[in-house]
């Protein structure tokens, strides 16, 4: 016996698919480089980070400080087009912050994308189009 969908939830089910097709569930440019991590991690880095995340020509996300690390966010992590601005969201769906704007996170500085726990296509992306150095963020719900 077939059982249907009633036509009027069609549209909500084409939605979840195409959400779930997009990479990292990257909402906004095409050419905006989102990093995060390939598994969740219960042990972190505890420097702190204070100043902006500004995205730089080559579309990668790089902290606004003098050695301009790209930022890998924890997984889970996402990028929102909303109100004409790019918001970093975490994995329970907390705006973090704005993307040119103020971000205040923990985390650490590794070397090299090996230290990052990327993905393997997304450490390809990070070395053809981020080089340098990496700041991978740790706790983001950090009070004043």
Known sequence: MFRTVPR???????????????????????????LTQASPTKVVMQALFEGRVDRDEQGCLRLDSQDR??????????????DGGLYVRDAFRRDIGRIG??????GGEVPTVEG?????????????????????????NLKQ
């Open 69 to 82: 690390h790209t930022v890998v966010w924890p997984f889970g992590f996402t990028l929102v087009r909303r």
């Open 8 to 34: 009027a939830l069609l549209p909500g089910f084409a939605a979840l698919a195409l959400n779930a097709c997009s990479p990292d569930g990257v909402a906004g440019p095409p050419d905006t480089v989102l």
């Open 116 to 140: 990052a726990d990327l993905p393997a296509g997304k450490r390809e992306l990070a070395e053809s189009r981020c080089p340098g150095r990496y700041w991978v963020v740790g706790a983001t």
């Open 101 to 106: 704007g103020p971000f205040r996170f923990g």
